[in-house]
Structures are given as structure tokens and as C-alpha cells.
């Protein structure tokens, strides 16, 4: 039995009461859930742990490999593309191990009967889940293949070499081409846990910057994206529903619709409603006419509209269950100065661009569903449940959406295509969420708080922290019927489960709650709120975004008292070595030593955090220009620097980089999902302005560190704690006023300033 | 109504309800892929196209409003074997992320290309306000315009354009 991380736990001395026990006496099992971030169901058995990556629960060679005679290569993964890269990124790290050209490999991406069921695509898991199940499955097969060429030739198996294009090489010039020698092996076998890795010296793929593969489609039109996909036949749907989650429409004029020309089904199932037409259009407009109906609040009151002390007055009233995350006790001095702070997040929305879409076909038992679903195998396992159908009758397809950043309305889109597609067999359906819909049903990002207590001794060092996190669930992904909506609304309804936490060390609300620093006497407490009075689920970084920016911001504070240069008080606190590299390395490029000191408009931040203490390392500079007219804050321009490991693709790691420090701006200073006293009132890009062109930094450099050959560290969530903290420091820096409550607006910061 | 519509070149005679979005009758009967409905209320951009040469949102137009005028997409930029200007320039630069907004972005950009062939970082930014992204690809988006602009006069030092 093995712990995915045992020297960093035991190391950071973690409590061991608490959530973590749990996770230790439950290992395997415990372990298989961390898949996908820990996101989602139980995840598939580990039925082989002393394998790496998702080796451990799908072991054979040719679920992930398969060399045809003629010598094409198709690789397959249970992650899926999310505009993130890891189509490219998992060619790369297949084409380096098998030592072939990346243009040989098909890569075939999650679909319930291809590719093994690796959990979600979330959590930033892909490479570690799968890019090392695929990088120790092609070492495996390469192993193997050079075996057989050695035995062919009657040579050591260690004399055989391959050449980079799919060809084995004997030393005396002999040679062989892969697809001829896989064809006298089965891959049907187990990998072995030894296969040799190639070297980083030798590598001639692996940290390419190859472009991605998925991007010329994008950028001429071709078929893209899931909502791309014709079928002969295909009908276009739409789903009627009140305006937002807990809201039901009354007396739909169904009578008119029914009659409407091109109107070619109603479907109306217990509370679930659908109108198909076989021209979008139709089915839009017959939409619009249904949704005239007036509509009451079916569930529990919306939170109170507002920030900052209506975000903690709503979480405040919810009964806790008090998770102990860190408690370590140290001889320190006494405190000589300390801060005590509350933080704040409002909800926040997904906000892709693209609203949900699926497309979903039932002919002869037998449901095709197309999803853009970050799990794909939990969309089989829920459309099975919800409509009675034996999972292998239900075959879900990933094909690609807009960006989604966590659990957005792929999965209930989903659903409700597949019911729509039951009640007309023989139809392919396509139903696409109207944009008020994505905004009104989505699962949204939970709305969050934390109170800190820090104390700084005579000698500049911390001797003790306190951080307490008030969080509901970010972890309420489907894994059954009443996951979604459509199951919520069937007759009899399929009840939404109970929320809960995902246990340390990846956490959810309490993700990142445990500073990564040397803090003498830290308490760390996790109040979890199981009731949820908006319906939340994942969204990018779950809890890390608040809790990095609240010790990121009380790093600053407690400096900012005691005449501390801010990267010098992180580096007196920090013993891990990669963490002061990204660190030295964003303060180095950013000219953090020459940069300008706070003026009263300009004004300087920094901030760091490793990732769920198990990833991607990430440091953030930034510096600001406040206009104290206004309030508004303008980056000038943000350096970060990340350590993910072995970079697959350096460009890819920073075009994440780049994305999540803008995307975390976005969230951190102008977004809250603001609600009326029965729905949502955010349901338009008007009602929830996001980050426009005027808006964004003036420029954004990534420093991507070189790590030759380290393990996969997952990279596209470590932006969004440390940049979030690094504007509230640099405002500060810039203002003297430190914004504890997001959104960190142009109104709030005005209000914070005073008049000019 | 039939109406008759010149998209890309070519013309289309379409039977068909004048009130309907351009959007529809370029995704649904053209099977063109390039513009995306992203919120149908001209607040996004993703739905961009050229109508006469100037950027248009297609999810508000109706097509009885366009029979006759020329429609530009994406798709008439250049295609994937033989890319654009623009659209090479977004390859460069790897501009995009989930890349749902791009071909919007594409669109919104080459208009102010096709007006002003020289524009400056301030000129960019405000004529790009109209479209959204949500993965924040905007510093990409921008460094691939300017790539574009330096390109079309002919510079190809990458140093040139990449800050």
C-alpha cells in the first residue's frame, strides 16, 4: 500500500485526526478517487498499485497502445481536450517513449468503448493520471518491441536501439520497423513498473514547443467542435426551464407551441419539458412563446444579493461541520505584532462562451450519447440510471465544447439530450443551452470565506497561524441520475445527493488551506457546509483561490506592518527548494528588487502557491496603475513563473499560465453572480461583465522552469490562487488600502480611497 | 420567402423564414462551422462576421435584412491547408485556447485590418472590446494582430512583434 504523496505528508507534520486518516486507511480506494482531482465518483479499481499514473487501474498495454501491422500508432487516453492542450501534450509524451514522429500517432480521446475510464479531466490531473500512464505504457511496448527485434537478431536486448521514425536498429545495421515486429507480439499484457524511461538528454520530442494539434480547425472553421457535428436526420431541440436552478415555469402555453409549423415534438416528462422542430430557429422561437409563463420559486431562498458581508452572512448561517485540515504546535517566541482579517469570494460563473451542447441518438435499446462532459464515463453511468437503461447500452463520446473551467452545464446538457432522444428513437438530437440558461442552471463557482490570525515574533518570523475556510461542496459532479437536472425532474425525481468534501491532501474548499510555509504553530479548519443554497459544483482551483489569496494577502499584511520586504518574508518561511526557485525566478524577470515603490497610484504585488501542495508551482509579480479617480486598477504588466515538472510542451504550459493569471484577474476584480429574491439575476454578459481587451495587462511573461525529466506536476489551475493574490498585494502596495472582499472593483476600491 | 444571399463568393437561394438569424442559415444550411452562437444578444462577439466588409454580430441579423449584400466568415479568410494571413498569424502566436471565440476574434480583427492596415496597441484594444474570451488568450489575440501588421509589411522578426 502506497500514499500518493508520503514525505510531504509526514513531513508537514499534517494532524492525524482528521480528514487524512481516512484517506490513509481507505488507501487504494481513497487513492483511485483522486483521479480527476478527486473530483467525481470512486473513479475505476486499482487493481495494480505498484503502477504509475492510471496504469494502476487499467494495466494492459493495448488499452492505451496499439501498433498496427503497417506501423500507424493509436494511442488512447480517458482525458479529453478542453482547450487546454493535453491532445498535443499526450501525442508529445507518447511520441518521445515510443521514440516515433508525433504525425505516426492517432490519439484517441475518452469514449466509454475505446478508451479506459481514467475519472474526470479536472483537478489538473491529465499528465499525472494519464500523460504517466501513457509515458510508462509506450516504455513499456518500446521495451518490448526492442525484445523481440533482439531475438529475431540473436543479439542483447540492451544492443538494440531505435532510431525516432518507428524503426528498431541492430548494431550491425540490421533493422526492423515497429508495425512488422509488434505484429508476432501481444500488447495484451500487464505493463511491469520498471520499463525503462528515455533520457532527457535524448529526448527529441518531449519539451517541444510543437503547435497544437487542434488549433488549425479553430482557426478556418473546420469541424471543431461538438457543436459541429451533423447527423442525417438530426433534429434541434431546446429545453424549457424557469429562468434559474429552483425555479419552475407555470402553465406553459404548450397548445400554441404545438401548433407552431416546423414544431416537430413536445416532450414533457414529469417536471422535465423539451421542444423539438427540425430547424433551430423553430425551436428557439417555440422556446420563447413557453417561456412567457409565469414561473415560482420551488426551492430554499437565493442568498442575500451582495459582497463581501452578505457573502459571510449567508455562509455564517449555515450549519458547519468542522474538518480539522493542520494543527502543529511549536516553541516560538512571543507575538510581537499580528493581524487578524476576514476574506471573502462571491459565486462566480463558469462563464464559457459557448453555452452546453450534446447531441444524443437512441436507436434499437441502445443510447449514442456526444458530450463535451469532462466525464465522459460518468455521463454513461448517468444516463443509464436516469433512464433505465443497462450501462452498456449507453456509449457516451467526448467531442470538444468551448471552455468549460469546471463543471459547467455539459453534464446536465447531456442528460437532457439523451431523455429528448429516448422519446424520439431513431432521431439524432441536438439541443444547445440558450447563453440565459448556461447562466441560470449552470452549477456555480461556491461563494466563500476565511478568517485568519497571524502573529510575526521579534525575529521577523511567524509564530503562529490560524486560517479558517467556510466553503460548501465544490465537489458535486454527477455520478448517478440525481447529479443533473434532468433527473431532478423526472417522475418519480431522482434527488440530488448529499454534498461532501473531498478529503486532504487535494481538498475542495479546503484546497490550499494548508500553508505550504514553515509557520510555527499553524491551525488550519475547515467549516464544511453540507447545504447549499445556490447549486454549486467545481469550479477551476476550487478552494485554492480564496485560500491562496487569504495567506497570500496576510503574508503581505503582516510584512507590510513590520517593514518586511514581501519576497523576502515568503523566502524566510519557505524550505522547499522548487518553491523558492519559481519564486526567485518571477521576482528575477519581473526586476522585483528595481521595481517601483507604491506612490499612491502605482504599485507593486507578489504571491505564490504550489498547487494543492502536490502540483504545479506558481509564482506571480505584478504591477498595477491605479486611476484614484475612478477606482479602476490596471495591470501594467504580470511575470509568472511555473514548475510543472517535465514540461510535455513549454508554449502550452505558458498559453495556460497566461489564460488562468487573466481568467483570475477577471474573477478576483469585477465578477459576483448577483441573485433577486427567486433566481439568479446574472444571465447575460451585461448582468455578469467579464474582463474586456481594454482590460486586460499591458503584458504577461511565463517562465517556464526546466525540470529534465521530473515527474508530471499538472499545470492549468496554478495561476488562479497566487495571481488573485498578487493584484489585492499590488493594490495595496500601490493604494495602501488592502481589499479583502472580492470582487476587488473599480466601486469597491473608489469606496476604500475616499475622496480624491 | 426565398431569399438569396452571397456568402464567401457564392451565392445561396434559401427558402426560408426571413426573420432567421444569419447565424442559422450559415451554421444549419450552409454548414459553414466559422461563426459560433455564444449568447445571440450581440454582447460576445463569437458570432462575428463581415456583411459589406464591416464586422457584424450574425445572431441579430436577420437573413431578409442581408439578401444581396456580401457575407464574409471565417472560413473565407483561407482554410486550414491554406491559411490567411490573419489565420497564420494565430497559428504562430498559438492563439487560442478552447478557441470558441477565435474565429469571432478573427473576423472582429481582420476588419480593422481590411480599414487600417497600421493600427497601434491602443487602436487594437478598443476595436477589440466588442468580443469576449473567457480563457484569456486577449495577450495572444493581440501579439497575433500585431504579428499580422507586421507581417503584411513584411517583417518577420519575431522579436519585432513579441514583447
Redesign the interface.
Known sequence: MSTPHPTSLSRRGFLTGGALVVSFALAPKAFAQLAGGGEGGAGPAVVAPDLKGSLKSTPWLDAWIRIDADGRVTVFTGKVE????IRTALTQVAAEELDILPAAITLVTADTERTPDEGLTAGSHSMQDSGTAIQNAAANVRMLLAAEAARDWGVAADRVTTGGDGSLHAPDGRSLPYGEVAARLSLHVQAVPDAPLRRPSDYRTLGLEL??V????????????L??M?LPGML?ARVVRGPSVGTSLQSPDLDAVARMPGVVRIVRQGGFLAVVAE???TA?QALRHLQRAAYARTQSPLPADGTGDAVAATLKALPARDIPIMDTSDPAGPAVRSVKARYTRPWISH?????SCAIARYVDGAMTVWTHSQGTFDVRRVVAELLGLPPEKVHAIHA????C?GQNGADDVAADAAVIAKAMPGHPIRL?W??EQEFGWEPLGPGMMTELEAALGADNRIVSWRHAVWSNPHNNRPVGAGGVLAGNEADPPFPAPEGKPIPMPEGDGSRNSNPLYSFANTHVVYHFLKNMPVRVSALRSLGAHLNVFSIESMLDELAAGAGIDPLAIRLDHMRDERARDVMQAAADRFGWSKRPKGDGRRGCGMAFARYKNLGAYCAVAMEVEVDRETGRTLVRRAVAAVDCGQPANP??VR??I??????SL?WTGREAVRFAADRRASF???SYP?????D??G???VVVMDRPGAPFLGTAEAAQGPSAAALANAIADATGVRLRDMPLSPERLKAALGPV | MTVTITVNGADHSLDIDPATPLLYVLRDDLELNGAKYGCGLGQCGACTVHIDGKPAFSCLTPIGAVAGRRIRTVEGLGSAEAPGLLQQAFEKEQAAQCGYCIAGMLMRAQALLDRNPDPDEVQIRAHMQTNLCRCGTHMRILRAIRRAVAMRKGVHSAQEVRP
Do not use: C
Open positions: 478542453l482547450g487546454q492542450g503547435p497544437r487542434d488549433i488549425p480547425a479553430k482557426l478556418t472553421g473546420g469541424p471543431a467542435y457543436h459541429d451533423r434541434h430547424r433551430q430557429w428557439i462563464g464559457s462562451i459557448g453555452p470538444e465544447g468551448a471552455g473551467y444547445q440558450m447563453r508554449d502550452g498559453n495556460q497566461e489564460g488562468g493569471l487573466v481568467q477577471s447575460d454578459w451585461s467579464i474582463l474586456r481587451f481594454d486586460v495587462p503584458s504577461v511573461e
